[in-house]
C-alpha cells in the first residue's frame, strides 16, 4: 500500500539543488505552498522492518542534502499521510507556522554535545557503590554542562539541555559557518576522568522548533498515521 | 513487538561503523541518524490517532525503535571504551 512519506520544509528557492531520490530509491517530489516547498515521495506502507537502518539512511540523505543549503524543518521517519488530500490539508493548515519557524532559523543549525560516565568506571560490586558513584557522576555531569554552556556563551542563540538514562545532552543554536568554533570551545573544555564526551553537528534545528510545529494540529488527522 | 525488537538488533553489528555520507564532508555515526530521523522533527498528530485506534504497527513500531536506539546508545559508550583500549 502506498503513502505519502515526508522528508522536510524549506523556503521556496530555484537555486537550491534537490535529491532525485529518497527511501527505497522512489522519486523525490516538491510540492510548492507558497513559498513553503515539502520534500515527499511515495512509500511503501508499512516499512519493511528489515530495511528500517537503510530507510533511515536515505530519508537522513534527502534532509540533509537540502539542510547543507538552507534551513529545513525535518519530518520523522515513520509520519506518512494517506494520501495527496491529507497532505495538501496538512500543508494549508501549517502553512504560516512553518514559514515563521524557517524564517526564524534560518542561519542557524544545531549543534549537540552528550556528557555521560565512561562504562569502565562504573563501580558495580555493590547497590550503594553503584548509587553514590551515580550522585557523584551525576553532580559531576551537571558541572561540566555548565562549563560548557559557558564556554560556548559567545556562539550560541539558544541552548537545551535534556537529562536522559545516558547522561546529559546540549543542544546548541548556533550561527551556519561557526561550527568550527563550537567544536574548538567544547573541545577547549576539560573532562573529569571519569566522564566521556561526544559530540555531533550539523544537524536541522529541530530541537529549536516551536511546539506548534513540532506536533501540528491537524483538522483532518484521520488522514496521517 | 517482540519481532521489532529483534528485527533491530539484528542490525546492530553495523552500528558503529562511521558513515561519510553526501560527499564525505560530514561524518556522522549511523545510530546518531537513527535517533535524529526517529526522534527529531516534525510529529505528524495523526499517528497517534490512528494507532490508538488500533493500527498496532505505527504505535508499537515508534516505541520499539525508540527503546532499542535508547540501548544502543549504551551499547555505544561500551563500544567507544573498548576501542580506547
Request: aromatic content about 8%.
Amino acid at each position: 500500500m502506498s503513502r505519502i512519506l515526508v522528508y522536510c520544509g524549506f523556503r521556496h528557492a530555484p537555486e537550491l539543488a534537490l535529491p532525485a531520490v529518497g527511501v527505497n530509491a522512489a522519486p523525490v517530489q516538491v510540492a510548492s505552498f507558497g513559498n513553503l516547498n515539502l520534500l515527499w515521495s511515495e512509500a511503501e506502507w508499512p516499512f519493511d522492518p528489515e530495511r528500517m537502518q537503510k530507510s533511515a539512511v536515505e530519508f537522513h540523505e534527502v534532509v540533509h542534502q537540502v539542510f547543507k543549503q538552507t534551513a529545513v524543518i525535518p519530518f520523522r521517519l515513520l509520519s506518512v499521510f494517506d494520501d495527496q488530500q491529507a497532505f495538501t490539508a496538512f500543508a494549508a493548515e501549517n502553512r504560516q507556522r512553518f514559514m515563521q519557524d524557517l524564517s526564524r532559523l534560518k542561519d542557524f543549525v544545531q549543534m549537540e554535545c552528550v556528557i555521560y560516565p565512561r562504562p569502565s568506571q562504573i563501580d558495580r560490586s555493590s547497590g550503594k557503590a553503584y548509587l553514590q558513584q551515580k550522585a557523584v557522576a551525576l553532580r559531576s555531569s551537571e558541572g561540566l554542562a555548565q562549563a560548557m554552556q559557558n564556554a560556548i556563551a559567545h556562539l550560541s542563540r539558544e541552548v537545551r539541555v535534556r537529562e536522559g538514562k545516558n547522561g546529559t545532552r546540549i543542544f546548541v543554536l548556533v550561527e551556519r559557518g561557526r561550527e568550527n568554533d563550537f567544536r574548538q570551545a567544547v573541545t577547549a573544555v576539560p573532562i573529569p576522568s571519569h566522564l566521556s564526551r561526544r559530540m555531533s553537528g550539523p544537524w536541522p534545528a529541530a530541537e529549536f522548533l516551536s511546539e506548534q510545529v513540532k506536533m501540528p494540529q491537524m483538522d483532518g488527522a484521520a488522514g496521517a498515521k | 513487538m517482540g519481532h521489532g525488537r529483534r528485527t533491530l538488533l539484528c542490525l546492530m553489528p553495523n552500528d558503529f561503523e562511521t558513515l561519510e555520507t553526501l560527499g564525505g564532508e560530514d561524518e556522522v555515526s549511523l545510530l546518531e541518524i537513527l535517533d535524529h530521523v526517529l526522534n527529531s522533527g516534525v510529529v505528524i498528530h495523526g499517528s497517534l490517532v490512528i494507532s490508538l485506534a488500533g493500527v498496532d504497527l505505527v504505535y508499537l513500531g515508534l516505541n520499539v525503535v525508540l527503546t532499542s536506539v535508547e540501548t544502543a546508545l549504551n551499547n555505544l559508550q561500551i563500544e567507544e571504551k573498548r576501542r580506547q583500549k
